[in-house]
């Protein structure tokens, strides 16, 4: 089992950078694969990035290719989203998520763990 706290979020205005951090406790953090969702006010959660065990392969959501960067330090049991070029709808809450099985997906019935998320606002 795996615990997931996500930090970070906060009120920044369009064009503007946030990253967000997912501090993982419990079981080896490297045995999971990760992913980034997020949830919009009165809409279903989306999946935002991806990446597998190593680190070795990310996938991303086409609304933020380009945009945003997934990434992990197995060694600080950490996940990362660097979210640059903001825009209003990139506003919800931000959820890490956690998967004993490699590789990456974009369906959350395949992810197992889930953090309490953050909130992130982006103003224009």
């Known amino acids: 089992q795996v615990q997931l706290v996500e930090s970070g979020g906060g009120l920044v205005q369009a064009g503007g950078s946030l990253r967000l951090s997912c501090a993982a406790s419990?079981?080896?953090?490297?045995?999971?694969?990760m992913g980034w969702f997020r949830q919009a006010l009165g809409k279903e959660r989306e999946f935002v990035a991806a990446?597998?065990?190593?680190?070795?392969?990310?996938s991303y959501a086409d609304s933020v290719k380009g945009r945003f960067a997934i990434s992990r330090e197995n060694a600080k049991n950490t996940l990362y989203l660097q979210m640059n070029s903001l825009k209003p709808e990139d506003t919800g809450v931000y959820y890490c998520?956690?998967?004993?099985?490699?590789?990456?997906?974009?369906?959350?019935?395949?992810?197992?763990?889930w953090g309490q998320g953050t909130q992130v606002t982006v103003s224009s």
């Open positions: 419990g079981r080896t953090f490297s045995t999971y694969a």
């Open positions: 998520t956690a998967r004993p099985r490699n590789g990456v997906s974009m369906y959350s019935a395949a992810y197992e763990y």
């Open positions: 990446i597998t065990r190593s680190g070795g392969t990310t």
